[in-house]
């Protein structure tokens, strides 16, 4: 059973960076697509970002239309991660950000949430104005 725990959120000003980082274990993820979700208070689930593994396009990215040129979605595979790294943050993007991945070889809708097989417990991203 993939377990994956983020880590990196915190609390930075509107226009700074951070990087957040998801770590699989249990069993290796260089296979599955990966994918970053966000959820602010009141607000639905939101995808993010999303990199394909192994075996399909591999390593090909995609992004919710709110970060497109803000963040990028790099994974180390040798270190069972992939990473989300933020720039040019605004108030908007806070929210808590939960890390997804699928089953093996899996090819579907990487933006839909019920692509995803294992999810992480989420942590929290607070961008100040």
């Known amino acids: 059973q993939v377990q994956l725990v983020e880590s990196g959120g915190g609390l930075v000003q509107a226009g700074g960076s951070l990087r957040l980082t998801c770590t699989a274990s249990g069993g290796a993820v260089s296979a599955a697509t990966m994918g970053w979700f966000r959820q602010a208070p009141g607000k639905e689930r939101e995808f993010v970002a999303a990199?394909?593994?192994?075996?399909?396009?591999?390593?090909?990215?995609y992004y919710g239309d709110s970060v497109k040129g803000r963040f990028t979605i790099p994974r180390d595979n040798l270190k069972n991660t992939v990473y989300l790294q933020m720039s040019s943050l605004k108030p908007e993007d806070t929210a808590v950000y939960y890390c997804a991945a699928t089953a093996d070889y899996s090819v579907g809708p990487v933006g839909s949430e019920r692509f995803y097989n294992y999810w992480g417990q989420g942590t929290q991203v607070t961008v100040s104005s």
């Open positions: 990199i394909t593994g192994s075996g399909r396009s591999t390593g090909r990215t």
